[in-house]
């Protein structure tokens, strides 16, 4: 079965550096997203993105996040100077393109994001 | 788009039916109904989704009044496995994008 994958699993970064987490979503999908999980929180949305651009962004996706498909396979986020409070789990998921059915999001395994 | 609200938590035991309710009272004419469950350090899974009525699959049903503002997950006979957080979410489509909004999630704990 085609799955999403993220790496690195796990981050470790000091305050102010960048980061760039790396996704690899399920080659036919069209729609590609991150989301953020503070540990013990609820997902959050963070951005979508479709035909090489955002479609839409929550309002924690500020100037200091980015996301990128350099290439036909990765899907990227790069966080430009990472806070304390950056520190949470990010997953990345994609989806197709809706064919009268449903938009049915598959999510990676997640890359834990520790800024010290 | 409609903010979901859900019981922050339920207990069960094994073989027992369990029903999640959903309140999303300004749900629109276009959003559908989306639940997911999620385990520790794992992504979210897709369980089900629906517009109106029922929707059946494999693994739960999905209950949706004719008023829409709210809707029921529906798992039977749950196992031990199925302790896991559930999340409910609307989802809005449109030609080139889609908003949806993650609820605060039900923990179910499953006990034998």
């Known amino acids: 079965e085609p799955e999403v994958t993220q790496t690195p699993s796990h981050q470790v970064t000091q305050m102010g550096q960048e980061v760039i987490l790396r996704c690899v979503p399920i080659?036919?999908?069209?729609?590609f997203y991150w989301y953020r999980q503070i540990l013990g929180q609820k997902v959050e949305f963070l951005v979508s993105f479709y035909n090489n651009e955002i479609s839409e962004k929550s309002e924690i996706f500020d100037d200091q996040f980015s996301v990128e498909r350099p290439d036909g396979s990765n899907f990227t986020l790069k966080i430009r100077s990472t806070k304390l409070e950056d520190s949470a789990m990010y997953f990345c998921a994609s989806s197709e393109s809706r064919t009268g059915g449903s938009y049915e999001q598959y999510f990676g395994p997640g890359t834990r994001l520790t800024v010290t | 788009l409609a903010k979901t609200t859900q019981p922050i938590s339920m207990d069960s035991y094994e073989g027992q039916e369990v029903n999640i309710t959903c309140s999303h009272n300004n749900i629109a004419t276009n959003d559908y109904i989306t639940w997911y469950q999620q385990f520790p350090s794992q992504g979210p899974r897709f369980i089900i989704q629906?517009?109106?009525t029922k929707v059946t699959n494999e693994v739960a049903s999905l209950f949706i009044p004719a008023d829409r503002k709210s809707s029921t997950l529906s798992l039977p006979r749950v196992s031990l496995s199925d302790t896991a957080v559930y999340y409910c979410?609307?989802?809005?489509?449109?030609?080139?994008?889609?908003?949806?909004?993650f609820g605060s999630g039900t923990k179910l704990n499953v006990k034998p």
């Open positions: 629906g517009y109106k």
């Open positions: 979410l609307v989802e809005r489509y449109g030609y080139n994008f889609n908003k949806f909004y």
């Open positions: 080659s036919n999908h069209l729609y």
